[in-house]
């Protein structure tokens, strides 16, 4: 099986800008000239949402003029954060490219194209130099890679010396079957969710010390109540999940919420340093 072209065709919509910015317009914004909060509640596709991206950036301790690599950068959300919170310069790569060309266009009109761009690759095989990069962050990317000691050694290769990793993933914090379809797998054919010892052990052979690991399960329940409550009483948003994951949202979105509140599943947060 083709795992990375599966993945791929997972996550193409097909017509995902124009969908974008009609909600976006729907709205009352102006697709040419947006805001980052313009896109809180789409660009950041991962339990906790921009909260998490947040902490995350702050453990990570990035400063101002590094230069950033984000694997799996999705529509770009976390790389804009990371550039407007932080200062940073980030490079975002990513598997499919229709999300590549979304989040180069969304990244144009949110005025940040000087300080983030995007490349379509394989996370297994980045087109980048050695050292090229002072740190490093992956949300929400490792349930769909099987071979993660080769993802981990592929990232390890273009950090420089010292340089930090933040992973924030998805990971089995308990036995028992998880449901499918989730946001990034229809079946479980696709969907490589890990423990953390699975990852803390390929983070070491890859050649990372793990400074910082901690859940995030409370914060992504706590943020998941409040989004599903303001949901009710005021509608959908429209430029929401239903934009990504098209008809089946609410099944995936409720099935990844069901399998965190039982305890199954976690968002945990790893900060690696490259040693």
Not at 38 to 60: K, N, R, V
Not at 201 to 221: M, P, V
Not at 242 to 260: D, F, H, Q, T
Request: proline share 5%.
């Amino acid at each position: 099986m083709d795992v990375e072209g599966a993945v791929a065709r997972h996550y193409t919509h097909g017509s995902l800008e124009k969908t974008l910015f009609a909600a976006l317009q729907s709205r009352g914004k102006d697709p040419d000239n947006l805001a980052i909060e313009d896109l809180a509640d789409i660009d950041e596709f991962h339990l906790g949402w921009s909260s998490a991206t947040e902490e995350l950036a702050e453990d990570l301790g990035f400063e101002h003029g590094m230069t950033i690599l984000e694997v799996g950068s999705g529509i770009g959300g976390p790389a804009r954060h990371l550039a407007r919170l932080l200062g940073c310069d980030v490079v975002g790569v990513d598997l499919t490219p229709e999300f590549v060309e979304v989040a180069k266009a969304l990244t144009k009109r949110c005025h940040l194209s000087g300080k983030v761009s995007f490349v379509q690759a394989s996370a297994l095989a980045m087109p980048f130099a050695d050292g090229e990069f002072d740190g490093a962050a992956m949300l929400h990317v490792g349930m769909n890679i099987a071979d993660k000691p080769a993802l981990f050694r592929e990232v390890r290769r273009v950090l420089r010396h010292g340089a930090r990793f933040g992973v924030y993933d998805i990971m089995r914090v308990a036995e028992g079957e998880l449901p499918y379809p989730m946001p990034w797998a229809m079946t479980m054919d696709t969907s490589f969710v890990e423990a953390p010892a699975h990852y803390r052990k390929n983070l070491e052979d890859a050649g990372f010390a793990i400074d910082l690991e901690r859940s995030h399960r409370d914060l992504a329940l706590k943020i998941g109540r409040e989004m599903r409550e303001k949901a009710a009483q005021d509608g959908a948003a429209p430029a929401g999940p239903l934009v990504l994951m098209g008809e089946s949202a609410p099944m995936r979105i409720g099935n990844v919420m069901s399998a965190l509140a039982d305890g199954l599943i976690a968002p945990i947060e790893m900060i690696a340093r490259a040693v």
